[in-house]
């Protein structure tokens, strides 16, 4: 199969090198976000598959650790070109299955290209290093090795980019990888491993999984062939999953929730952070870990940005993903809307404020308003809960110590914002923010040449950089002393 075969592509599983059915030629239905239409069906995966991928994935480890670094990267560079070549075409296969705009959906088609170049030059690198010895007829190196095949469990809303950080960062050090895509959305992820096939990578160093998420992961953590465990998505899941892999000795790469917040001082426009933080907000309908969700502003602007923040939240214009004019399109399913309409309704049983939005778009499909709440009580469950949707809550503060108090006030750990032209501001939030990344008067944190993880409930390890490839590799410690 070259190119991306539409069929295929919403159907098979990739195991040893070709596209197949399930064993039992099950399948499950993927639906339109934006209509609640069926436009396809992806295979639901047996044990037997399972147990063909780990087979698979075994035989193509010892195969791939022994090619060299720089042939390594010759197939990652070969398959950015024609994800890059593709990108039209899978950026719409995206928008039908999750919905968001098309421009959205090709840039984060772009993003995978960029991560495979990154990780196809950094793997090149991947060095190990020699330690002075003691005595002079001793010799001591740190090799940096492959650590073996690793699970991969990847999420619906970034369906492509996410699974992209994966396959690359192991492809890149010498791992096969059984990567278990989002059943929501398996074209990104299909059309990412038709893209490596057809620049040569060889059969069994990717598979390609979809099914039953607790009955996959319950089946391929264990194995003995699987030496990693990279996982990103929701906090319950990650922990459930970390539990299991902790119980057979498999480290793991967790990303998992985030409630981001974000820091406007009084020494900015709070009308253009406003704008600024709308555009951030509402991106893929805010089903985006690392969305700017927790507004906290400074007393002496706060009227003037929750105004305009407001403004701009109800100028978002809301509908299909393939329309040009389109800014934010439908959440992932009913249960997301349900899930929202939830939270929001409980805000302002306590007394919230609606700004913006606060209830679904009448009609067919999964659309939310984009909402913006004010004056919500402390005990309102949305402080605590991540919304993963299209849902900002504002509250004031007077002083810096103030605002890292209430950013720093959940479980949550993975990203954060601020807005200010003061260095000592900066100085006093960069060191005193519980985040894995901080973001000051921008938005721009997801790049591949950049670490990308949380700490407390938001997960551990990092993906992205030099740490995303060192998380896939083992260091073995060689000391030789020379006989005569």
Known sequence: MSGVDMEKTLAGLFIDGRWRPAGDGSVRDVVDPASGRITGRVARATTQDLDDALASAQRGFEHWKRIAARD????????????????????????????????????????????????????????????????????????????????????????????????????????????????????????????????????????????????????????????????????????????????????????????????????????????????????????????????????????????????????????????????????????????LQALVDDAVQRGATVLAGGARLEGAGFFFRPTVLADVPAQARIWQEEPFGPVAVLDVFDTVEEALEKANSTAYGLASYAFTRSADRIASVTAGMQAGMLAINHFALGVAEAPFGGIKDSGYGREGGVEGLEAYTVTKFVTQRSVA
């Open 72 to 339: 390594r990267a010759d197939v990652l560079r070969r398959a950015a070109v024609l994800v890059r070549e593709r990108a039209p075409e899978i950026a719409a296969l995206i928008s039908r299955e999750i919905g968001k705009p098309v421009v959205e959906a090709e840039q984060e088609v772009r993003n995978c290209a960029d991560a495979f170049d990154w990780c196809a030059e950094e793997g090149r690198r991947a060095y190990g290093r020699m330690i002075p010895a003691r005595q002079s007829d001793v010799s001591q190196i740190v090799l940096r090795e492959p650590i073996g095949p690793v699970a991969a469990f990847s999420p619906w809303n970034f369906p492509a980019s996410q699974a992209a950080k994966k396959l690359g960062a192991a492809i890149a050090v010498g791992c096969s990888i059984v990567l278990k895509g989002p059943e929501e959305a398996p074209g990104g992820s299909a059309a990412l491993v038709q893209a490596l096939a057809d620049a040569g990578l060889p059969a069994g160093v990717v598979n390609l999984v979809f099914g039953d998420p607790p009955m996959i992961s319950d089946h391929l953590i264990p194995s003995p062939v699987i030496r990693k465990v990279s996982f990103t998505g929701s906090v319950p899941v990650g922990k459930a999953l970390a539990q299991l892999a902790g119980r057979y000795m498999k480290p793991c790469t967790l990303e998992l929730g985030g409630h981001a917040p974000v820091l406007v001082f009084d020494d900015v426009d709070p009308g253009e952070v406003a704008r600024s933080v709308a555009a951030a907000k509402f991106r893929n309908a805010g089903q985006v870990c690392i969305s700017p969700t927790r507004l906290f502003v400074q007393r002496g602007v706060y009227e003037r940005f929750a105004a305009e923040f407001a403004r701009a939240a109800d100028a978002i214009v809301v509908g299909r993903g393939d329309r040009p004019d389109v800014q934010m399109g439908p959440l992932s399913s009913g249960r997301r809307v349900d899930a």
